[in-house]
């Protein structure tokens, strides 16, 4: 069986990952092919050995000529703007919804789309199971929808986690796009709050977008030029997480969290705000869900002051991400699916 998988841009960052690893672990008998713009994640793809094909998905007719000219069987669809286009391109399709977007809960252009996009889908796979029940118009998914949390191949992680070897260490990561559902000016706002009662912490932040600018402009604010590094796109982001002792996630929403699972897969204790899936994945055992900055920020003072609170939370880090890294069995969930949409 073939499957394109589409993507709508040529960045790589979270859903891009997640197709470019369900290709790489595809058994034999499945080809998954990653598809979208020329740009990045070609290369990116390229260097695990994921095959790729170049395509304008955002043209219905390039849609169509690709999946035709590739004799494939399905298109997996990333997120709400391809598998739109996709219904658009009357090609067969499942679509992977990745976020939880705040057009979810409220009747709009996109989320009457989105109605449209759910009724030509094959089925539609939720990272999580508040997108299906944010969703304004849930009672159209009710059929088609499964829930199928992202998975973590952990022993990819460790193993890049150590391929460099990296001249400093930090307190907090963040670990995301720069881009407002990630809300990094909000993440140097905590390491301000967090340095106001341990002077000398330290953070890095990995990753770029269009908020760069004022993220640089909040260090200046807070004074923490010699507190916060930047470090822009990685593409082995995993060598920063093993050299940061806490992984801090400032979103506003969250559709999974996959970058939780990653560092909690390392050991390091996780801290966000309880949004999305990210309420599947942290609890005070291995980090803590917090709905204010303040409330957030002690609790990193006190793991990281702590050393017996600190083990505690990253043994509990380890074992909590054990329940998103089994790999065979996810895909093997991804292939029934296939199968029975082609059928």
Known sequence: MKILHMLITDAFSGSESVAAHIIKNLPPEYKGIYTSPAGEAHNVCSSMGVDTLV????????????????????????????????????????????????????????????????????????????????????????????????????????????????????????????????????????????????????????????????????IEKYALSNSVTLVGYKENPYTYMRNSRVGVLTSAQEGFGLAAVEMMSLGKPFFAYPNGGLKDIVSGSCGGLYSSAEAMADAVVETLSDGSVYSAKSLGAYEASRRFTDMTAYIAKLCAVYDSAVS
């Open 55 to 218: 395509c304008n998905t955002s043209d219905t007719g390039e849609i169509k000529r690709a999946f035709i000219e590739s004799s494939a069987d399905i298109v997996h669809a990333h997120d709400p703007h391809m598998s739109f286009n996709c219904a658009r391109a009357a090609v067969p399709f499942i679509s992977h919804l990745h976020c939880n977007c705040d057009w979810l809960k409220r009747i709009c252009p996109n989320s009457l789309a989105l109605a449209y996009t759910v009724k030509k889908a094959k089925r539609v796979l939720c990272v999580s199971s508040s997108i299906a029940e944010e969703y304004v118009f849930k009672s159209f998914m009710r059929d088609k929808q499964l829930c199928l949390p992202n998975c973590v191949d952990s022993r990819e992680v460790i193993a890049k986690s150590t391929a460099a070897i990296l001249p400093e260490n930090w307190d907090m990561a963040f670990i995301g796009r720069m881009s407002a559902p990630k809300q990094p000016v909000e993440f140097v706002r905590m390491v301000s709050l967090v340095k106001s009662k341990l002077p000398n912490v330290t953070a890095v932040m990995v990753g770029d977008g269009e908020l760069r600018e004022a993220v640089e402009q909040a």
